[in-house]
């Protein structure tokens, strides 16, 4: 086996020639018909963690338990049309990922909406559809919101979003839950406090539970168990018992195989042992525990496809292999430092490699999805796989030195199903200056 067969999906394969397939389905096939870069979701892989995730819940909380999927991770029309076939609630931050779920069938009742900056526009929207709950982030959008729903004579259900004032030991642009946040209503000096008890007197406000989130990337349950220790403690004080507890996401995935592989198991029973003890003790009830996984969810279904262009050795004597994509379709490296690796997806890894570096064809010297790795020399045209590739690739893609966004597709039963089609390379109407009115 490959040594980084536990990084791909889990229906990961490869025939006698070394050519990799996911799904039943070649990746070759699918490169040449579809062209690079190219995006693939394992379904089984998918709705796998999805059930784990659950039967976790199940088994570890005594109370009623959610996982709702966190869209920015990655969204379309025809994935949350699987999503919606599953058992999950849904996280949304913009008016545009509401407007997906809803088309894709998806009740309000599984849905929240949350986000630091909501327009007039996404808490109309998320009024008039019902959404289970608004996560209100600030005194200001609390009232502004109160007013909205006077306005509609409508109580607004909400969440408040709290933020804790706990460090956790990830990138720094991913960090969220920590005192200088720009995210949510901040237990220091009292503000959260008063927000609650505006919110609990407020007639066209319901009140019905809290929220935190503390960053991304987090192996350590450690935090989580501190930030609801800090939740049910303020909920005491303001004489409030939450009939929902979301902890948010975030519990980091394996992206290299160096890094030991992190099951959601340790997570998702620290977060239920503390918030059940510490309801106990208080002789509340529990209430719904609400989990937000995004990357943990899809990250490891996802494969990105690429085709070598060039490659050289640079001044220092690395050998550098460029694709025809990179930070167009994965911003990640760029913007967080972000550690990946790579595989040949038609043959076999030969036994002598050069030291390597994987670099995108954008004109940015940041343009570098891998910066050090062991890889045998390759011709252009050559196939070149990159695991863990499901979660905030697409969702973050641009159009990038006039880049055309890949196309992704769903894999499942030997069939491969398109979830979004490449954009047309022409550019689009956006680009050329064209609006239905000139067209008229």
């Keep these: 086996m490959q040594q980084n067969a536990g990084l791909f999906p889990l229906t990961y394969t490869r025939d006698e020639a070394g050519a990799v397939n996911v799904g039943g389905c070649s990746l070759t096939q699918l490169a040449d018909q579809w062209k690079t870069p190219l995006y693939l979701l394992d379904g089984i892989t998918v709705r796998a963690h999805a059930a784990r995730l659950i039967e976790l819940g199940k088994l570890c909380y005594p109370g009623k338990f959610t996982v709702a999927y966190a869209s920015k991770a990655y969204l379309s029309l025809k994935f949350a049309q699987k999503l919606s076939?599953?058992?999950?609630?849904?996280?949304?931050v913009s008016l545009g990922e509401m407007m997906i779920a809803r088309k894709a069938g998806i009740d309000g009742k599984r849905v929240h909406l949350h986000g630091n900056g909501k327009t007039e526009e996404e808490l109309r929207y998320a009024l008039d559809w019902g959404v289970d709950a608004i996560v209100?982030?600030?005194?200001?959008?609390?009232?502004?919101?109160?007013?909205?729903?006077?306005?509609?004579?409508?109580?607004?259900?909400?969440?408040l979003r709290i933020t804790p004032g706990v460090d956790v030991d990830t990138h720094a642009h991913v960090q969220t839950g920590q005192t200088g946040s720009k995210f949510g209503v901040s237990i220091h000096g009292g503000q959260a406090a008063l927000v609650i008890k505006k919110a609990l007197r407020h007639p066209w406000l319901d009140l019905t539970g809290l929220h935190i989130h503390l960053g991304s990337q987090i192996f350590d349950p450690a935090p989580y168990q501190k930030a609801v220790r800090k939740l049910i403690q303020l909920s005491e004080e303001c004489g409030f018992k939450p009939r929902q507890i979301s902890t948010g996401g975030g519990w980091g995935v394996r992206y290299v195989g160096e890094q030991a592989d992190n099951d959601a198991e340790t997570w998702i029973k620290a977060v239920s042992d503390t918030l059940s003890y510490e309801c106990r003790q208080r002789d509340?009830?529990?209430p719904e525990l609400v989990l937000e996984p995004g990357r943990w969810l899809i990250a490891r279904a996802g494969v990105a496809l690429y085709k070598v262009t060039t490659s050289k050795f640079n001044g220092e004597g690395k050998y550098v292999i460029a694709l025809d994509g990179g930070m167009a379709d994965n911003p990640r490296p760029a913007m967080y430092s972000a550690v990946y690796t790579a595989d040949l997806a038609a043959r076999k890894m030969p036994d002598e490699k050069?030291?390597?570096?994987?670099?995108?064809k954008f004109c940015e010297s940041g343009d570098i999805l891998i910066h050090s790795i062991q890889m045998p020399e390759v011709k252009r045209g050559e196939l070149i796989a990159l695991p863990v590739a499901g979660a905030y690739q697409i969702s973050m893609a641009s159009n990038y030195n006039m880049a055309s966004r890949p196309a992704v597709l769903w894999l499942e039963d030997d069939n491969a199903e398109v979830l979004q089609y490449r954009e047309d390379a022409s550019m689009s109407d956006y680009w050329l200056g064209k609006t239905q009115e000139t067209e008229n």
Excluded at 136 to 159: G, P
Excluded at 354 to 360: F, N
Aim: hydrophobic share 50%.
């Design 284 to 286: 509340w009830e529990y």
């Design 85 to 92: 076939a599953m058992p999950l609630g849904i996280d949304t």
């Design 354 to 360: 050069l030291d390597s570096m994987l670099v995108g």
């Design 136 to 159: 209100v982030d600030s005194l200001e959008e609390m009232e502004y919101l109160a007013s909205l729903a006077e306005e509609k004579s409508q109580r607004a259900a909400i969440w």
